[in-house]
């Protein structure tokens, strides 16, 4: 198997099918939260997972964007972490640090966890679960049955954030200034979707999925599976930066397949478009009604430019570990 999330098809054949699937488990692919209780009505008890390699801020990160998709806010977390026999203490307390600043602020409380040495190396994996509660009438809505000719809308610009890490750990000064290089890079505060969920939420998308390890291409193929009928996508419309697109050609890779934390996909029943469009515009949110769902079971991007036509296949890996 390839770095990063496990491929959808091993996931769905191997993971998936082995879980008693009900209405609280809430366990799918392209869902990014799970559903821990109903009971105490009108609000409901959400759980996300987020993990990195030795970043527990952006583990965190990514457990409150999973919760996020459901209109959840953080209140508690636990941390795990699984480190080699070579990582040091200090390198422990600096992750500490600075994940124990980012909750302070937040007002969320570290309820437990785990901490554990396993394996060879300085490998350091943090895995941080977000638990958080939503209103009953907001996930209905994110429940909402799809249908063909739902629109699927893009915020955040493809590969933005992958090709950030490698504009920060790769030496590319034989081909780009460095005024260059730190233009490409992502500011902090864009990684985090809270905003963008809550607008969308707002405007009446009825299903919310964020772009994470296999870019936004991972994220289409995950759109039709969820929903059992096909994407037909317009590349032009996809929204990417000219510099991701450069650095991507540099280290010979596609940034349409390339680690996307920070952006969002959302499907919205056509009656609900215009009402949604106007949300975004106010709010000032960037985005791109990009295509459709469909009757079929193809995953395509068309080219109206070039007059070509792409199948998506499952994700197999991620980009970004064949350059760092």
Avoid: W
Wanted: one cysteine or more; proline letters at 1%.
């Amino acid at each position: 198997m390839n770095k990063g999330t496990i491929n959808t098809r091993i996931i769905k054949r191997s993971i998936l099918k082995h879980i008693a699937r009900n209405e609280i488990a809430g366990t799918d692919v392209g869902t990014d939260y799970s559903v821990l209780d109903k009971t105490s009505s009108p609000s409901v008890l959400i759980a996300a997972v987020g993990i990195s390699g030795g970043d527990a801020e952006m583990a965190y990160i990514r457990a409150v964007n999973n919760l996020a998709t459901s209109g959840a806010k953080p209140e508690k977390i636990m941390i795990n972490i699984q480190a080699g026999e070579k990582v040091e203490e200090q390198t422990l307390r600096d992750m500490m640090h600075s994940l124990t600043d980012i909750v302070k602020k937040q007002g969320v409380v570290i309820s437990g966890g785990n901490t554990a040495c396993f394996g060879e190396g300085d490998d350091c994996t943090v895995t941080i679960t977000a638990f958080g509660k939503t209103d009953e009438k907001v996930l209905k809505q994110l429940s909402d049955k799809a249908k063909a000719e739902d629109s699927i809308l893009m915020i955040g610009d493809a590969g933005h954030y992958g090709a950030s890490l490698i504009c920060k750990n790769k030496d590319m000064a034989d081909r780009f200034a460095k005024s260059y290089i730190e233009k490409a890079i992502m500011p902090d505060d864009k990684r985090c979707i809270a905003e963008i969920c809550d607008a969308l939420i707002e405007g009446g998308a009825h299903f919310i999925h964020d772009v994470s390890f296999g870019g936004i291409y991972r994220n289409l193929v995950e759109l039709a599976e969820h929903t059992g009928l096909g994407v037909d996508v317009l590349h032009e419309k996809v929204l990417i930066r000219q510099d991701t697109i450069e650095v991507a050609e540099y280290c010979n890779i596609n940034p349409y397949e390339l680690l996307g934390t920070g952006g969002v996909t959302a499907l919205c029943h056509q009656e609900n478009l215009e009402r949604l469009e106007d949300v975004l515009n106010q709010r000032g949110i960037k985005y791109s009604v990009a295509g459709r769902l469909t009757t079929e079971k193809s995953r395509l991007v068309h080219s109206e430019d070039n007059k070509i036509k792409r199948s998506l296949n499952f994700y197999e890996g991620d980009e970004i570990f064949k350059v760092l």
